[in-house]
Nanobody, 128 residues
């Protein structure tokens, strides 16, 4: 059983930074899971934001956030983070944390169907 709980969302102005956290409750080793971040804006499909492999050594990002967002993890604390800098109004969405058991590269794990477990999401609203 895997449970994921996101936190850290809120209402911010464009240009500022925000860090989202995802706490994972996993019966087996958290370090055996690749972790992803997705977002869903109103009226749009859920889209890939970024992902990190089991060790934290490999990351992958959507072009829309590359250079602004950073995914990191702390396996000792069962935590994953999404550092978001230079936020834009178009970053407004509900942000979801996702997990899949994987020892492979995280590059290419960009589909919703690539992940088995999901959190409930946290709202991020960026005002102009």
């Amino acid at each position: 059983q895997v449970q994921l709980v996101e936190s850290g969302g809120g209402l911010v102005q464009a240009g500022v930074s925000l860090r989202l956290s995802c706490a994972a409750s996993i019966r087996t080793f958290f370090s055996t899971y690749a972790m992803g971040w997705f977002r869903q804006a109103p009226g749009k499909e859920r889209e890939f934001v970024g992902a990190i492999n089991w060790s934290g050594g490999i990351t992958d990002y959507a072009d829309s956030v590359k250079g602004r967002f950073t995914v990191s993890r702390d396996n000792a604390k069962n935590m994953v983070y999404l550092q978001m800098n230079s936020l834009k109004p178009e970053d407004t969405a509900v942000y979801y944390c996702a997990a899949v058991r994987s020892f492979g590269t995280v590059v290419g794990l960009r589909l919703v169907t690539d992940y088995n477990y999901w959190g409930q999401g946290t709202q991020v609203t960026v005002s102009s």
